[in-house]
């Protein structure tokens, strides 16, 4: 197995691909050998099941959940790096290597044709420029997956790490909770990269709810409500709610009054059960 953490193994392959490290990709690789064998172990994957990884770059990653793994399937949208991957990961049987934008393609065929019978988990170290796009889209295509371990910028896991009702917590916090239950595994720096990003990161655990944590009839109006909400944060939520919504302010005060709210209420203090009422009022 290659040594993909030492920098100088690395280098070499790169060089005699001829690849040169492309900034609007995300493309920071792994070096630091404690890493990828922790996410892979604690991803949950086992010798039974089926692991989705976005974007391996060079494969340091990929190798540690081939060896726990049945079987990986790893989207990687640079055709630079499938060369590369072909020559760092040619041991491995039970890996697919699928060129492809993972915001466009059809997970949940993905999952089935590639996973057939097997849990499914997803682990990677995402491109950082779509990492709540992605994550929305594995949560809300209700993809027949366990869990999501996956390094982010260590503000956007601070955000989603914050408790729903707390002045760190966002529209994107609501909707990571409502699907799934967060956890923080360990912290990265940025040294632990090449080339060495300007963040540290942290790698985070979404184990998937069976199901949500409150009861929303209206699950479009009740992520459009949080969205708006949350919309201009100096402003009270009647303010951002009637600007988002586009309704008028006194419809939005009563709705807020209804739930036992008064006019200066902020979004940041609202509970998910806050906004599930709130959708239910603006509903009826
Ligand atoms: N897994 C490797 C590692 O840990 O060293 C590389 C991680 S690097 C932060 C992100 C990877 O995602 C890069 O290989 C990049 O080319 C790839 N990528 C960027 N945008 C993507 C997209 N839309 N779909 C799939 N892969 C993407």
Do not use: H
Not at 1 to 23: C, H, P, Q, W, Y
Not at 87 to 111: P, Q, R, S, W
């Amino acid at each position: 197995m290659f040594n993909l953490t030492d920098a100088e193994t690395v280098k070499s392959i790169l060089t005699a691909s001829g690849f040169r490290f492309s900034k609007s990709l995300g493309q920071n690789f792994i070096i630091n050998p404690s890493i990828c064998p922790e996410m892979a172990e604690r991803c949950g994957a086992d010798n039974e099941s089926g692991v989705l990884e976005i974007g391996p770059g060079m494969g340091v990653l990929t190798q540690e959940l081939c060896l726990r793994a049945k079987k990986v399937a790893a989207v990687e949208l640079d055709k630079r790096l499938l060369p590369v991957l072909d020559y760092t990961l040619a041991e491995f049987e039970n890996l697919t290597v699928i060129n492809g934008d993972v915001m466009k393609l059809d997970l949940g065929e993905l999952i089935e044709t590639q996973f057939a019978g097997m849990d499914v988990y997803v682990c990677a170290n995402l491109p950082y420029y779509i990492t709540s796009p992605v994550i929305m889209k594995l949560l809300e295509s209700r993809l027949r997956i366990k869990s999501i371990t996956v390094m982010v910028q260590k503000e956007w896991a601070q955000r989603i790490l914050s408790p729903v009702g707390s002045r760190e917590a966002g529209a994107v916090t609501v909707a990571v909770n409502y699907y799934a239950v967060p956890e923080k595994l360990f912290g990265v720096s940025k040294s632990s990269f090449m080339p060495a990003p300007k963040v540290d990161s942290t790698v985070i655990k979404l184990t998937l709810r069976d199901k949500p944590p409150v009861e929303v009839k209206d699950e479009k109006l009740f992520f459009a409500v949080v969205k708006a909400a949350f919309g201009q944060r100096r402003k009270t939520a009647v303010n951002s709610l009637s600007a988002g919504l586009n309704l008028p302010r006194q419809r939005i005060a009563d709705a807020l009054s209804a739930c036992g709210f008064s006019a200066d209420v902020r979004a940041e203090t609202m509970t998910m059960e806050d906004f599930a009422a709130l959708t239910g009022v603006l509903s009826g």
